[in-house]
């Protein structure tokens, strides 16, 4: 059995926010849960190429765009998944910080970070 606190958890800056692991591939499981600080204010173009991820808001507001520009809003309650490696922009409110809890399969290292400048979508 595996038990973990968020103040004991890797806490990695991935560019425009704070993801805390709480589960990563050394803890065997095969996929990771993080509970995920997108801060008030940013656009992040993200894309898995190697992992698939699903997000559910547990606070703040924002939306997820997706590669036609189509824009979903994201509020408490929401799930979004991202089951086609989707390629996406995920936007924070201007007023208060997304949080979300993510899993990712297969699971991450734990240090992967975003290249947020980078010409094309960040991805890992």
């Known amino acids: 059995m595996i038990i973990r606190r968020l103040e004991d958890v890797r806490s990695v800056d991935w560019g425009?926010?704070?993801s805390r692991r709480f589960l990563t591939a050394s803890?065997?499981?095969g996929y990771t849960v993080t509970d995920t600080v997108v801060r008030a204010g940013t656009k992040s173009r993200l894309e898995y190429r190697r992992h698939l991820e699903a997000c559910y808001c547990i606070d703040?507001?924002?939306e997820?765009?997706?590669?036609?520009?189509?824009?979903?809003p994201i509020t408490p309650g929401t799930l979004y998944a991202l089951?086609?490696?989707?390629a996406h922009?995920?936007?924070?409110?201007?007023?208060?910080?997304?949080r979300l809890v993510?899993?990712?399969?297969?699971?991450?290292?734990g240090d992967e970070v975003h290249h947020l400048d980078a010409?094309?979508?960040s991805q890992y």
Do not use: I, K, M, Y
């Open 60 to 62: 703040g507001s924002g």
């Open 89 to 98: 922009w995920l936007v924070a409110s201007p007023h208060e910080d997304l």
């Open 83 to 86: 089951d086609q490696h989707d």
């Open 119 to 121: 010409p094309e979508f």
């Open 64 to 72: 997820v765009v997706d590669a036609a520009g189509d824009a979903h």
């Open 102 to 109: 993510c899993v990712f399969t297969p699971a991450l290292r």
């Open 27 to 29: 803890d065997g499981l």
């Open 16 to 18: 425009n926010g704070l």
